[in-house]
T-cell receptor, first 112, second 114 residues
């Protein structure tokens, strides 16, 4: 079983749609959680951290459920520029990002 | 504003050749890591370092060596390249905090072993 599991997609949605991605992780001792964005043939970049209380950054909302070991990302009012692969990332330690565990990514394609 | 710089960006090797992938960061970050990314596998940790002179193995270390003689540089050495090492390699750096922290990635090295 993979440590971090994501639906690979692709998710094809029209501009303006709301789309949700989910992720589960197996290590209950994991300390911190993130969503990274990766554009085609580029490096991953941090989109947002994920907290149990939920957090929002503009059109993006992330949520963590530690009891279910489940992480979600909601994108509202999708833009063409949101087309990318979204990586669910789990950190087994706190205070450093040297040993991240990545999901395989969920590909999003936003169309006109 | 360089951040994390990887060289080369592309490389083709023959089976059995050795080479070094370079990674340098100018953010004075203590922590550096090497990952490989293969289709359907996600990024996997090869080696990481928590400071100059200190390195440790990640999930897939076999066939790779690292050293960290300075804070800025963290080269990855392929000892005897194999086709299974065909991949995209990413170097990352991060700093220590009391909580969640961000990893900054280089642009990647696309390696093909024939």
């Amino acid at each position: 079983r993979k440590e971090v599991e994501q639906d690979p997609g692709p998710f094809n949605v029209p501009e303006g749609a709301t789309v949700a991605f989910n992720c589960t992780y197996s290590n209950s001792a994991s300390q911190s959680f993130f969503w990274y964005r990766q554009d085609c043939r580029k490096e991953p970049k941090l989109l947002m951290s994920v907290y149990s209380s939920g957090n929002e950054d503009g059109r993006f909302t992330a949520q963590l459920n530690r009891a279910s070991q489940y992480i979600s990302l909601l994108i509202r009012d999708s833009k063409l520029s949101d087309s990318a692969t979204y990586l669910c990332v789990v950190n087994p330690v706190t205070g450093t990002a040297s040993k991240l565990t990545f999901g395989t990514g969920t590909r999003l394609q936003v169309t006109l | 504003n360089a951040g994390v710089t990887q060289t080369p960006k592309f490389q083709v090797l023959k089976t059995g050749q050795s080479m070094t992938l370079q990674c340098a960061q100018d953010m004075n970050h203590e922590y550096m890591s090497w990952y490989r990314q293969d289709p359907g596998m996600g990024l996997r940790l090869i080696h990481y370092s928590v400071g100059a002179g200190i390195t440790d193995q990640g999930e897939v270390p076999n066939g790779y060596n690292v050293s960290r003689s300075t804070t800025e540089d963290f080269p990855l050495r392929l000892l005897s390249a194999a086709p299974s090492q065909t991949s995209v390699y990413f170097c990352a750096s991060s700093y220590s905090t009391g909580g969640a922290t961000e990893a900054f990635f280089g642009q990647g090295t696309r390696l093909t072993v024939v």
